[in-house]
């Protein structure tokens, strides 16, 4: 497919993750595989920052075209997928229309406005939203899923290996995060340039994302 333009937060992720590599992993790669104790901790922080980054690009990324779409809609009053998703996979329940437009007595104009008002019901549906990405840690499948089908993304549109790449690596994460450093060599040693490469997957199929994600801008 052809690539349009990148956005400003994956071109920023491209630079953290191009600064973390100079940084954190040797310039040259041990063939033998075999690395100093300093090398395994750099190539774990490694990986735990390079998760961060990733983390860090997708919640900012959606967070903003919803926002971008939301706005979109109460000014020009035109429905985008992204609205559309949003509403959808907001959690809330969906009613008919209610019997009358003045609020009934002790039911506020705000909360009334919500049943009646297009506009408001998506931007009841983007604060629900806002509350899933404050609330997600981590890039494994079920945070993906959260974060992209709700903003327009099809599922078409995410590649199943590319998935399990990245579930993969948020699981890694997850090990070395939470255990010490000692437990973890003792159960498995990093390699430095399988690491870089699994990041750099990861980043392509981003990249795709990213151009799916610009195709739904308002």
């Known amino acids: 497919m052809g690539k349009s333009a990148r956005s400003i937060q994956f071109r920023a992720l491209e630079r953290e993750l191009s600064s973390l590599r100079k940084r954190l992993l040797p310039q040259k790669f041990n063939p033998t595989g075999a690395y100093p104790d300093r090398i395994?901790?750099?190539?774990?922080?490694?990986?735990?920052?390079?998760?961060?980054?990733?983390?860090?690009?997708?919640?900012?990324?959606?967070?903003?075209?919803?926002?971008?779409?939301?706005?979109?809609?109460?000014?020009?009053?035109?429905?985008?997928?992204v609205i559309a998703c949003l509403i959808a996979f907001s959690g809330k329940e969906q009613r008919f229309p209610p019997e009358t437009l003045a609020p009934p007595l002790g039911i506020t104009r705000s909360s009334w406005d919500e049943k009646i008002e297009f506009v408001e019901r998506a931007k009841?549906?983007?604060?629900?939203?806002?509350q899933v990405i404050n609330q997600n840690h981590g890039i494994r499948e079920?945070?993906?899923?959260?974060?992209?089908?709700?903003i327009g993304i099809q599922p078409a549109q995410i590649d199943s290996t590319w998935l399990s790449t990245v579930d993969s690596f948020g699981q890694q994460r997850g090990m070395i995060a939470h255990r010490s450093a000692a437990s973890y060599r003792a159960t498995l040693l990093p390699d430095p340039r399988n690491e870089l490469n699994t990041v750099r997957r990861i980043l392509t199929g981003l990249r795709d994302i990213d151009d799916h994600l610009n195709k739904l801008q308002p």
Not at 66 to 77: C, E, H, K, N, Y
Not at 124 to 130: G, P, R, V, Y
Request: no cysteine; net charge positive.
């Open 40 to 81: 395994v901790t750099r190539t774990n922080a490694y990986s735990v920052l390079a998760h961060a980054e990733f983390e860090e690009y997708i919640e900012t990324r959606v967070w903003d075209l919803a926002l971008s779409s939301v706005r979109a809609l109460a000014t020009t009053g035109r429905v985008n997928r």
């Open 124 to 130: 009841s549906a983007l604060n629900a939203f806002q």
């Open 142 to 150: 079920k945070n993906l899923l959260g974060l992209l089908l709700p």
